[in-house]
């Protein structure tokens, strides 16, 4: 499967995006290290913060079915506007993938970005480790 095969499935994923409020229709397709395609679109609720973003609807279906080891993620709005993941998308995306996880953007042209150039220093288990090491020496038993 090439770049467009994936963004075709991020395209196709529009089609149930619940987007009665924004009308802002979100497809993502992120794929596996197998090959596997999970797809996944937006889910809006009125108070927007309990809203699903699609890229966290694609990688939910794929860790559910028990995946973690992903090599691309293409994202697509109705608009085709370019739209990046945004930040809380991107530490999800952190918790299972490299800084060198392929993100393709659909645009008139496919913009192309990798994680760790859209989230520098993500927080990860290691962050989380080294914090809970410093603070179990600073203890006072």
């Known amino acids: 499967m090439d770049d467009q095969d994936l963004l075709e499935q991020a395209r196709g994923a529009l089609d149930s995006a619940y987007v009665p409020y924004s009308d802002y229709r979100v497809g993502a397709a992120i794929e596996t290290s197998d090959g596997t395609v999970f797809t996944g ?6 108070n927007y913060s309990n809203s699903l973003h699609a890229e966290e609807t694609a990688v939910a279906k794929a860790v559910s079915a028990g995946h973690r080891e992903f090599t691309r993620l293409a ?6 506007d370019g739209v990046t993941p945004c930040g809380m998308c991107r530490q999800t995306l ?5 800084e060198e996880l392929r993100i393709l953007c659909d645009d008139d042209d496919t913009e192309e970005y990798t994680l760790g150039a859209l989230l520098p220093a993500a927080i990860s288990r290691d962050t989380l480790e080294d ?3 410093g603070a179990a020496g600073d203890r006072k038993d």
């Open 75 to 80: 994202v697509t709005s109705s608009a085709r």
């Open 94 to 98: 952190a918790e299972f993938c490299g």
């Open 131 to 133: 914090a809970n090491d």
């Open 41 to 46: 679109c937006n889910i809006e609720t009125a």
